[in-house]
Nanobody, 128 residues
Framework: QVRLVESGGGSVEAGGSLRLSCKVS????????LGWFRQAPGKQREGVGI???????NYATSVKGRFTISRDNAKNTLYLQMNSLQPEDTGMYYC??????????????????????WGHGTQVTVSS
């Protein structure tokens, strides 16, 4: 049974920071095929930061340079460090894992349909 549990969301002012955690069970983060997605009200869920099979981090253009994904193999936990947050970053943030190998084309992040396991999400709200 694969479980992903996000935590760390909250409300911050523009320019602030948050660190999200995703505790993973039944799936090793060393497989690499994990990532963070977000969904704003009325919009599609989109990839934010994704690890490919080789462990390379890939980011949406809108967050590049501000967000960083990382993992702790011993804790089997995935992280998303978010700095310089903007109101446009507001949304529900989810971590996800893919059962099969993953390949990420630079500039084109995988869609949510490529992932098999999802957490319930944690809300991030950024005020101006």
């Amino acid at each position: 049974q694969v479980r992903l549990v996000e935590s760390g969301g909250g409300s911050v002012e523009a320019g602030g920071s948050l660190r999200l955690s995703c505790k993973v069970s039944g799936y090793s983060v060393r497989k690499n095929c994990l990532g963070w997605f977000r969904q704003a009200p009325g919009k599609q869920r989109e990839g934010v930061g994704i690890f490919d099979s080789g462990g390379k981090a890939n980011y949406a253009t809108s967050v590049k340079g501000r967000f960083t994904i990382s993992r702790d193999n011993a804790k089997n936990t995935l992280y998303l460090q978010m700095n310089s947050l903007q109101p446009e970053d507001t949304g529900m943030y989810y971590c996800a894992a893919r059962r099969a190998a993953c390949t990420v084309v630079p500039g084109f992040l995988p869609l949510e349909g490529a992932y098999n396991y999802w957490g319930h999400g944690t809300q991030v709200t950024v005020s101006s």
